[in-house]
C-alpha cells in the first residue's frame, strides 16, 4: 500500500507540472484541458500480472498515469505530448502513437516518462478519444476488465455491443478527427456542423457510459 501511495503522490506531482505549463496558446476560446492523475490499485495491478506472468513488475510503466484531455485536432495532440516531453526532458522516443495501432479500438497518444523519482505514463487525449475511452472502460466494469486487452464476452449479445463500441472509435471518431484536422490544414475554420457531430458524439457517449455505470453499481 505505500508503494502505490508513493506513486499517487508522484502522479499527483506530475500532474501539477503539466497543469503549470501554459497551454492558452492550445486552448484560445476552447474550453480549458481536463488533466487528472491516478495510481494504479492494487486490484488492477494484480489482474495485469496474471494476464502476462512473465511480463516483470518493474517494466509497468503505469503505476503513476497522468491524463491530459482537450478539444483539439491530431496535430494539436502531437504538440501537446511534444511540449509534455520537452518539459520533462524525455526523448521523442517516449511518444507512443496509439491512434494508428489502436488498442481494442483505444486510441491516444502515450508518453512513458522515466523521471528521478520513477515512471510516470501520460495518456494525451482529444475531447472525442476521452470520451470514448471512459465509455469503453464502464464497459468493462460490466463486461470484464479483458475487453480492454483483446478478450470477448461469452454472450453474443455483449461481443455484439464491444464489436459496435469499437467501430465507433476507429470509423467514426477517427473520421471526425480526420474532418476537423483537414480544415485547420486549409486555415479554415472549424465548421459548425462539423463541431455539432462532435457534439452529439460525445454526448451519446456520455449518455452510454452513464447506463453501464448505473448496471455496474446494481451489480
Not at 494508428?100 to 475531447?127: C, N
Request: proline fraction near 5%; hydrophobic fraction near 40%.
Amino acid at each position: 500500500m505505500d508503494v502505490l501511495q508513493y506513486f499517487d503522490t508522484l502522479a499527483s506531482a506530475t500532474l501539477v507540472a503539466i497543469a503549470d505549463l501554459d497551454w492558452e496558446s492550445l486552448v484560445h476560446d476552447r474550453p480549458p484541458p481536463l488533466i487528472t492523475a491516478r495510481a494504479k490499485t492494487i486490484d488492477t495491478l494484480r489482474a495485469k500480472l496474471r494476464r502476462d506472468p512473465r511480463f516483470p513488475l518493474q517494466q509497468v510503466h503505469d503505476l503513476a498515469g497522468v491524463r491530459f484531455e482537450a478539444e483539439m485536432s491530431l496535430n494539436e495532440q502531437d504538440l501537446v505530448a511534444m511540449a509534455i516531453c520537452s518539459a520533462f526532458g524525455c526523448p521523442l522516443s517516449a511518444i507512443a502513437d496509439l491512434r494508428t495501432s489502436p488498442r481494442s479500438g483505444y486510441r491516444a497518444v502515450h508518453i512513458k516518462l522515466e523521471l528521478p523519482h520513477g515512471r510516470v505514463e501520460v495518456q494525451v487525449r482529444t475531447h472525442m478519444q476521452g470520451a470514448w475511452a471512459n465509455t469503453y472502460e464502464a464497459a468493462a466494469d460490466v463486461l470484464g476488465r479483458g475487453i480492454r486487452y483483446g478478450e470477448l464476452p461469452r454472450t453474443e449479445i455483449d461481443r455484439d455491443f464491444v464489436y459496435r463500441m469499437q467501430r465507433l472509435s476507429v470509423e467514426t471518431g477517427a473520421v471526425l478527427e480526420q474532418l476537423r484536422q483537414r480544415f485547420q490544414d486549409s486555415g479554415q475554420a472549424t465548421p459548425a456542423a462539423l463541431l455539432e457531430h462532435e457534439r452529439r458524439y460525445t454526448l451519446a457517449l456520455s449518455k452510454v457510459e452513464q447506463r453501464l455505470r448505473t448496471l455496474g453499481r446494481m451489480e
